[in-house]
């Protein structure tokens, strides 16, 4: 029912910016709480990074991003974004974007139902 596709990804320098972008597709896309989750190099699992959820008055993030990541989405559009401040290596990792049926926030990776594909993200040294 919903497709998700991730872009914005690239090589960035550390305390560089960048900002992700997730187009769903689909007439439910505001019933969606979405969330954003990485998967670093040699990594088995995906670990949480943000989420926001139907009305953007509510959003969580992960201990280590608070401060320098930011989640938002235009609705109208069917976009949701995460603008990422002051990278740093250990932000180097596959971003993912997921969206959850039940429109509360959760931050376990089983607990949402559809996936993008993801876009790499890269931070030099």
């Known amino acids: 029912q919903v497709q998700l596709v991730e872009s914005g990804g690239g090589l960035v320098q550390a305390g560089g910016s960048l900002r992700l972008s997730c187009a769903a597709s689909g007439s439910t896309f505001i019933k969606y709480t979405m969330g954003w989750f990485r998967q670093a190099p040699g990594k088995e699992r995906r670990e949480f990074v943000a989420a926001v959820s139907l009305t953007t008055t509510s959003t969580r993030y992960a201990d280590s991003v608070k401060g320098r990541f930011t989640i938002s989405r235009e609705n109208a559009k069917n976009t949701v974004y995460l603008e990422m401040n002051s990278l740093q290596p250990e932000d180097t990792a596959v971003y993912y974007c997921?969206?959850?049926?039940?429109?509360?926030?959760?931050?376990?990776?089983?607990?949402?139902?559809?996936w993008g594909q993801g876009t790499q993200v890269t931070v030099s040294s």
């Open positions: 997921a969206a959850r049926l039940t429109p509360t926030i959760t931050t376990r990776v089983e607990t949402y139902d559809y």
